[in-house]
Structures are given as structure tokens and as C-alpha cells.
């Protein structure tokens, strides 16, 4: 055989890449997880602001953090709501798993 030959290709082999794929999408570093795949559909609330405070589902905070702090603790609970009622999609480890999620990455805001 010749060594500067090229490569052989099988005619019949797939493309390596599908050249009408969509292109892949990358994860926003920015953004909370809890937020973007919540666990078992359950939606964390938004926090507004509102003349200078922050709130979450009519709660005001002076500062962001304990806003945050409560967005994440209204989703946990809300997640054990639906886990109790009966949704066995989820478990006490994926709702404790989504609110630590939740509180290590940035707070949502409306």
C-alpha cells in the first residue's frame, strides 16, 4: 500500500456530524439549575423588586441574599408538597439535592 495514500472511507458510513443538526447548546453559566430543571416540574417563585426591597410571593427583603435564601426555601418546600401528595417521580433526596442547587447558584429574578 502507498503510505501517502489517504485514508480509506467506507461510501456507506454516516457523516461524522450531521451537517442539519441544530448546533448544540451550552448551558448558561448564569443560570441556576434549580431554576432551569426543576425537580418534578416544580417552579421556584421569581423575586421582584419593589420600592427598594426584594420579594418572594409577597414576602419583602432588604437584601438580595435573604430573598434568595427564601426562593429557594419556598421551591424546597414546594417540592415536598408534591412529593407528599403522592408523586413518586421524585424523593426527599431530589428536592434536598434542588435546594442546595438552588442556594449555590444565583438568585432569579422576575
Known amino acids: 500500500t502507498d503510505p501517502n495514500a489517504p485514508p480509506a472511507t467506507d461510501p456507506n458510513a454516516p457523516p461524522a456530524t450531521d451537517p442539519n443538526a441544530p448546533p448544540a447548546t451550552v448551558a448558561d453559566p448564569n443560570a441556576n439549575v434549580a431554576e432551569t430543571n426543576p425537580v418534578g416540574g416544580v417552579k421556584m ?65 422576575a
Request: charged residues 25%; contains cysteine; hydrophobic residues 25%.
Open 45 to 109: 417563585p421569581k423575586i421582584a423588586k419593589k420600592n427598594g426591597n426584594f420579594v418572594v410571593n409577597g414576602s419583602e427583603f432588604k437584601n438580595l441574599d435573604a430573598a434568595h435564601g427564601r426562593q429557594c426555601d419556598v421551591q424546597h418546600n414546594l417540592c415536598f408538597n408534591k412529593l407528599n401528595s403522592g408523586d413518586k417521580s421524585i424523593t426527599n433526596e431530589d428536592c434536598d439535592n434542588q435546594n442546595n442547587n438552588c442556594k449555590n447558584g444565583p438568585p432569579v429574578l
